[in-house]
């Protein structure tokens, strides 16, 4: 495990990024709008789906393991949303989750 950390921060010195910016980078690559958009999902109104799922998909980079961790945490100051918005979204039965895992897996 050590291994990796040293190559992360090696990463990090070489580009001289912020975590914050590799993050947003590594999302703009996945298109949520598009995966979104092709699974044919639309909310009625409050944050965007995308900006919802983004965060959720963000969630293990910052070594969080659940939304619980996440609003306890520091990084909770990313955000305005609160953790109503994400539960709603996530137990949505209408949500296609198939499709949109498919989605970023087929991008990754």
């Known amino acids: 495990m050590r291994e990796n950390a040293t190559e992360i921060k ?3 010195d070489e580009h001289q990024y912020s975590i914050n910016a590799i993050i947003f980078d590594a999302m703009g690559t996945f298109k949520l709008n598009s995966i979104i958009r092709k699974a044919h999902f639309k909310k009625q109104e409050g944050y965007r789906v995308t ?3 983004a965060l959720m998909i963000m969630l293990p980079l910052m070594l969080l393991n659940s939304v619980n961790s996440f609003y306890k945490s520091e990084f909770q100051k990313v955000t ?3 953790k109503d918005a994400i539960y709603r979204l996530k137990n949505h039965e ?3 989750w198939r499709d949109i895992l498919y989605g970023v897996a087929k991008r990754f």
């Open 10 to 12: 090696k990463v990090l």
């Open 51 to 53: 900006e919802i799922l």
């Open 80 to 82: 305005k949303m609160k």
């Open 94 to 96: 209408m949500m296609p």
